[in-house]
């Protein structure tokens, strides 16, 4: 009991002296750094919004290879889907790449690419982003919850104005919450991560992943059978995107892989 009281006492601690970006990412390099995944597949069901509100639904297989790589197969028989390599999207129909602009995903850069990072290198790949300033930095307290989050992207949630793009972690999990920010559309679009949920032991991943635009919700997405290969893989090239393989060999290592029924809610 003694030790246990010790742990939460330093935690809590560890907690308290975070007042900057580079703070939040030396806790959470502390916290996560050598218990992170380079390599992760998993499945992603699908729910589109349309303005009168009907839903299209859909199922996507996913691979995520640190640094900054994933591919999505949104069709498995005619080869579409997407490959984000760095800060380059690449789309694929019928096996064949139709366009490469370029964009940064918000949940392969936030969830995925800034854990398991040191701290200087995770706040330089932000920085690199461009999509939040990371000399601002404050914290907010949900007045009905009581739950701290810390923002990165402005510096007083007082005066936060919904054009100030943001980044929000829990303070005590030190997991992203949400990303906001105004896109060149010039509407706000956020992303709320939730229902985290640890895999083999080794990093974690939200199950629910919801999209909005302007306040409306035009996606969920609810990722399951998440699972870290035996073989590692290192690279995902825009050359090999026909390649099943790259998705599809699921060569198991049985303490690695959750399966989810998700299905009971839309």
């Known amino acids: 009991m003694l030790t246990i009281g010790i742990f939460f006492l330093l935690s809590a601690s560890s907690c308290s002296n975070i007042r900057s970006t580079k703070s939040l990412f030396s806790a959470i390099s502390k916290r996560y750094e ?7 597949r998993y499945m992603i069901s699908v729910v589109k919004f349309s303005d009168d509100n009907t839903e299209k ?10 640094p900054s790589q994933h591919i ?13 390599n760095n800060d380059t999207i690449y789309a694929f129909k019928n096996g064949e790449m139709v366009s490469a602009n370029p964009g940064i995903n918000d949940f392969v850069l936030v969830v995925l690419d800034l854990y398991g990072m040191k701290a200087d290198d995770a706040v330089a790949r932000l920085e690199r982003s ?14 009905e919850t009581k739950k701290k989050s810390y923002i990165i992207g402005i510096s007083d949630y007082n005066d936060n104005t919904l054009n100030s793009n943001q980044i929000w972690f829990d303070s005590e999990t030190l997991l992203p919450q949400m990303v906001l920010r105004t896109r060149n559309d010039g ?11 640890q895999v083999g032991g ?4 939200p199950q629910k992943i919801t999209y909005s635009v302007d306040g409306q ?3 969920i997405e609810r990722i399951y059978d998440a699972i870290i290969p035996i073989y590692e893989r290192k690279e995902i090239s825009v050359d090999n995107f026909c390649d099943n393989e790259t998705i599809n060999e699921m060569q198991l290592n049985p303490n690695s ?10």
């Not at 996507?60 to 290879?65: D, L």
């Not at 892989?257 to 839309?266: D, G, K």
């Open 130 to 143: 461009e999509i939040v300033n990371t000399s601002d930095f404050c914290t907010y307290t949900d007045s």
């Open 202 to 205: 080794c990093g974690w991943l």
């Open 217 to 219: 919700v035009r996606i």
């Open 57 to 66: 639904r859909s199922t996507c297989s996913a691979e995520y290879v640190r």
């Open 34 to 40: 050598t218990n992170w995944f380079s390599n992760i």
């Open 187 to 197: 509407k706000l679009h956020s992303i709320r991560f939730d229902n985290y949920i």
């Open 72 to 84: 999505i197969k949104t069709d498995l028989v005619n080869d579409d889907g997407y490959i984000y």
């Open 257 to 266: 892989n959750f399966s989810l029924n998700f299905m009971v809610e839309p």
